[in-house]
């Protein structure tokens, strides 16, 4: 089992700068994919950014590809997004989710991941 709690989370404006985080607990966090998901109002939820168990490996939705990073910290139990150059388009709530496989490509996450946060809220503003 894998608990997920996300932070980070607020208002700023666009072009601004925000950074998610992700602390883990369970036993398999280290053999485990962690990866950022996102749900905006009225809309379905969609992928946003993978992490492999090592950290070696990483795969962006083209909508954040450049701005957006995502990383790891083994010895803290937990996974970040860095989010930069913000628009309003991505607002949402940003959920932070696990999985035992690590897929890169589109369509990997359709069905999502196994472990699911609370979720987020991110807020641009215009």
């Known amino acids: 089992q894998v608990q997920l709690v996300e932070s980070g989370g607020g208002l700023v404006q666009a072009g601004g700068s925000l950074r998610l985080s992700c602390a883990a607990s369970g036993d398999s966090f280290s053999r485990i994919a962690m990866g950022w998901f996102r749900q905006a109002p009225e809309k379905e939820r969609e992928f946003v950014a993978v992490?492999?168990?090592?950290?070696?490996?990483?795969y962006y939705a083209d909508s954040v590809k450049g701005r957006f990073t995502i990383y790891r910290d083994h010895a803290a139990n937990s996974m970040s997004l860095q989010m930069n150059y913000l628009k309003p388009e991505d607002t949402a709530v940003y959920y932070c989710?696990?999985?035992?496989?690590?897929?890169?490509?589109?369509?990997?996450?359709?069905?999502?991941?196994?472990?699911w946060g609370k979720g987020t809220l991110v807020t641009v503003s215009s």
């Open positions: 989710a696990a999985d035992p496989l690590y897929c890169s490509g589109v369509g990997c996450y359709e069905d999502g991941m196994h472990y």
């Open positions: 992490i492999s168990w090592t950290g070696g490996n990483t």
